[in-house]
């Protein structure tokens, strides 16, 4: 039995799944290939939902037979950078860590948004098309900065505790 496994919770839609494979990319890069569960949250404040709790649980116990541990992470968005937070993203960014901590769930901050970690322009509309083109072009890892990702707490545009918090539950290749 292998000693963790993964539920993955994306801001992204299952449509999209733009956001997974950004973070797919990234693992690649630094851990190698790592089998995880997606959970589509459709949106920042998803983890509210009552069909996305269930979801979490219904992975969780698909894991419970191959893996004696399981972590459940949040990747979201802080859509500003932190200290020009309205009250309300404030209040929005607050919600999601209690909720994480309540939970026993960690938390996967990009500031602000996960484009800007990722270095890729895009707009709304072309979010699934350039997050497509991400991960066909960049499986030489380049363009990802470990400085950036490797923060604790992410302030900044373009920065991101990614790498600082799955250092916790990977070793690096």
Sequence with gaps: ??????????ESNEESKSDQRYVDALITCFYGKLPFRPVFMDGKNGYKKRAVGKEIERQKKLLEYDYSEIAVILFVDTDDEIMSLSSQNKKELDDVKKFCADHGYKLVLFVKEIEDVFKVQTDRKHKTKASK?????????????????????PVKKGESNILHILDNHLKRK
């Design 133 to 153: 083109n991400f991960l066909l072009n960049n499986r030489n890892c380049d363009n990802l900065k470990e400085e950036n990702l490797s923060k604790s707490d």
């Design 1 to 10: 039995m292998e000693s963790r496994g993964f539920v993955f919770c994306f």
